[in-house]
């Protein structure tokens, strides 16, 4: 039953926006993986879920927003059962550490979605990013850190607007990032960063194509 | 229309010729060995496999009756403006006008071929949705780019909306002095439009050698475009039996899509040129997105009705 209402959602998702993978800088590999996006929407998450082959969705859990994702039963329901999302409490009332799910995925050998702005941009901009992304990264040495650039999912539902345009939407994938064990944390968010933002231009073709 | 002796035939021989491709791309692909035709090969069947595929959703609408067909064309019309739109930027100000375009002006047009309302129909894109789509936008507040981001939507919807549904709007149309079933004249308009695409792709592959922009297509090519042209014309006026028009005059009509269709591609891939992409989308296999097989329809189709409707509708 689940594995319908989830194949259906994505299935929903892929019909009306497209929800294409490009994968540019590395395949779809059964590795483990920290993928880091761009967020600008709340199609982010079903967008990058849909874009990834069946076989990855099992093992990788997009990081969510518990004070959006787990407010009410559905907005649970579709996120931590459909989507196999890992829900944190980024309020920092909690005195456990917030990343300490995702934290237990990753030792487990899965692999994360992650978004590490930690909220939505408003004008489709790249803000700066969040420590999460470095902290995990120290932990966990062996996964590969992945960034992915969606391209429209913002101007398919904007940041405070109720209704949803049909745009296609792309999942970029580029290259993992390489480590370096010399950089300190703003160096490391930095690099991050325009690794991702480097994905946002496309590789479009060039004006005018060689003959066919 | 499934008891129509010519509307059998026709698809009989549509259905033959793509047989015959079929076999031919099959053959071909067994000997091309230098890598460049080897991709050709495989674009060539992979357009074909997707003709099948187009042949066999095409002719069930037209069997199922003018309420499919009107709903297969608002679903290519959704797509080609998703394609349109996608590639083209806007500003979250777009928003409501984006909205209302996808879910209520594309259902509407459709919806006053359903109903019979000419009128309408002429003027509702062109006029209200005109004046409408600016001011909704303007209260978003947003200045920057304004002229040009309306501009853009508004080119898009006569593209994809208004122009296209000219197509189907062949059914509104009052033939019945011919005595023949309504949707042949769609069959018609969609088979020269699509069999000069295809034998100018042909003519141009064969024998292609002075191109005729290469700074907007390098595959439009003079001897494409003649070669092509003229199969459709005469396949075209051979075809006049399931149109109100004697051979002669489906040949006129012929032409007329044919240049149509010509200049649609052909302006649609400066579009792309400009927005620096290749195709449309990647929804048809070995084509591209839906828009890069609906450009000619776009700019055919509202010619074809016209001059159908002026001098042979009553």
């Known amino acids: 039953m689940k594995s319908i209402l989830r194949l259906g959602l994505l299935g929903a998702v892929r019909l009306l926006v497209g929800a294409h993978a490009d994968w540019q800088g590395c395949a779809p590999e059964p590795r483990q993986r920290i993928y880091y996006a761009n967020h600008s929407s709340h199609f982010d998450t079903l967008v990058i879920v849909a874009a990834l082959p069946t076989e990855l969705r099992a093992e990788t859990h997009p990081v969510a927003a518990l004070d959006y994702w787990g407010a009410s039963a559905l907005r649970r329901f579709v996120a931590v059962e459909c989507l196999n999302a890992v829900l944190i409490d980024r309020s920092g009332q909690s005195s456990a550490d917030p990343l300490q799910p995702p934290a237990e995925l990753l030792a487990r050998g899965h692999s994360l979605i992650l978004f590490p702005e930690g909220t939505r941009g408003a004008d489709g901009t ?8 470095y902290n995990l990264a120290q932990r966990f040495p062996q996964a590969e850190l992945v960034p992915v650039y969606l391209d429209n999912p913002q101007r398919v539902m904007p940041k405070g607007s109720f209704l949803m345009v049909p745009l296609i939407c792309t999942a970029r994938f580029g290259a993992p990032l390489t480590p370096d064990p010399g950089e300190d944390r703003e160096q490391f968010l930095a690099r991050a960063r325009s690794a991702l933002m480097a994905l946002a231009d496309p590789q479009r073709e060039p004006a005018v194509p060689a003959a066919a | 229309m499934i008891a129509n002796p010519v509307f059998v035939t026709v698809t009989a021989c549509v259905i033959v010729f793509l047989a015959l491709c079929t076999v031919i791309g099959f053959v071909l692909a067994r000997h091309v060995s230098a890598p460049a035709a080897r991709d050709t090969v495989a674009n060539l069947n992979a357009r074909i496999r997707s003709w099948w595929g187009i042949v066999f959703v095409f002719g069930a609408a037209l069997l199922f009756g003018r309420v499919v067909t009107l709903v297969l064309f608002a679903i290519l019309s959704f797509l080609s403006f998703r394609e349109f739109m996608s590639l083209t930027p806007t500003r979250a100000g777009d928003h409501r006008s984006l909205f209302l375009s996808f879910f209520v002006v594309v259902p509407v047009q459709y919806w006053l071929i359903g109903i019979d309302w000419y009128g309408l129909f002429s003027i509702f894109i062109p006029v209200y949705v005109f004046l409408l789509l600016p001011a909704l936008s303007a209260t978003a507040g947003d200045t920057r780019d304004f002229l040009a981001r309306n501009a853009k939507l508004q080119w898009g919807l006569m593209l994809t909306v208004f122009a296209i549904s000219h197509a189907p709007a062949l059914l509104l149309l009052d033939l019945s002095r011919y005595q023949l079933p309504d949707a042949l004249l769609l069959l018609y308009l969609m088979i020269v439009v699509q069999i000069s695409d295809v034998f100018q792709y042909v003519f141009g592959k064969l024998f292609g050698r002075t191109r005729l922009s290469p700074a907007i297509s390098p595959s439009k090519t003079v001897e494409g475009l003649v070669g092509g042209g003229l199969t ?34 052909f302006v649609l891939s400066a579009i792309k040129r400009d927005l620096g992409v290749k195709d449309w989308g990647r929804m048809i296999e070995g ?13 055919a189709s509202p010619l074809f009705f016209h001059l159908t409707r002026y001098y042979f509708a009553t």
């Open chain 1, 126 to 133: 790249i803000g700066r990013f969040r420590s999460g992304l």
């Open chain 2, 232 to 265: 459709a014309v005469l396949i075209g006026a051979a075809l006049s039996g399931i149109t109100p028009f004697s051979p002669l005059q489906a040949a006129g009509m012929s032409a007329v899509i044919v240049i149509g269709g010509f200049f649609g591609g």
């Open chain 2, 287 to 299: 084509h591209g997105g839906i828009l890069d097989r609906m450009d000619s329809v776009s700019f």
